[in-house]
């Protein structure tokens, strides 16, 4: 066929199909408008969804951000200075940080409990709560972003966050149990050989030395190249 030709049948096609579009658009004229507008708002409530969900986002990550410099805030104890004030953005002790940054924290994770801001904040508050010696809400606050986070870093690190503060809160069975799961977890996001110094740590707490030295050992035989392969061998001689 020429091409002259074939560039005829193709306006003929195209005119055709106009034509059949015009015409149903005629006889549906209602329809048409129904379903243009049906579509408008589905596209509306989707982008506004969007919109909505980019800018909880935005805050949960501006708060996220207020509350880890909080957390990371200098600690000045206060001047003996008749007068003296605490200087700005600092705190005058660690525990009066924690306070300070525990409640930031929980204000992100319960005003955004799903977002990764708010999953994260969950994280740091069950840290920060650990810290300031309340180890039973630690291992609940551990045990929500477990439930929450599924198999994100900050799933997997609560779980080994969930052991230590079951090891303070004198649940020593289960602390034991949940490390010696997550050693066999090969291929998982913690490192098997920092799960092994905590469960050979653990041990030790726990008067169960020679646990502990063959833990400490396998850290030694199985993670040559590991940075924890010193204080594994100085562990082993103090152990003997």
Do not use: C
């Amino acid at each position: 066929m020429k091409t002259k030709e074939r560039h005829h049948l193709k306006e003929n096609e195209f005119v055709t199909t106009v034509a059949t579009v015009a015409d149903w658009y005629r006889d549906n004229q209602g329809k048409a408008v129904a379903g243009v507008v049906a579509v408008a708002v589905v596209v509306a409530a989707v982008s506004g969804y969007f919109w909505w969900q980019h800018r909880n986002q935005e805050q949960a990550g501006a708060l996220l951000g207020v509350a880890m410099t909080i957390y990371q805030a200098p600690v000045v104890p206060p001047s003996s200075v008749p007068g003296a004030k605490q200087a700005p953005g600092s705190y005058p002790s660690e525990k009066a940080r924690y306070e300070a940054a525990l409640a930031a924290f929980q204000q992100v994770a319960d005003t955004y409990p799903s977002s990764m801001a708010g999953i994260a904040a969950r994280y740091h508050s069950a840290e920060t709560l650990l810290s300031l010696g309340r180890a039973k809400d630690a291992v609940q606050a551990y045990q929500t972003v477990i439930d929450r986070a599924g198999s994100s870093v900050y799933g997997a690190m609560a779980h080994l966050g969930l052991a230590t503060a079951m090891l303070a809160d004198g649940q020593n069975d289960q602390a034991i149990k949940a490390l010696e799961d997550l050693s066999a977890q090969r291929d998982g996001i913690v490192p098997v050989d920092g799960v092994l110094m905590q469960l050979a740590s653990a041990y030790q707490k726990l008067g169960k030395t020679a646990e502990a030295r063959t833990t400490y050992k396998r850290v030694v035989d199985e993670f040559p190249d590991s940075p924890y392969v010193q204080d594994a061998r100085q562990q082993m001689t103090l152990i003997g």
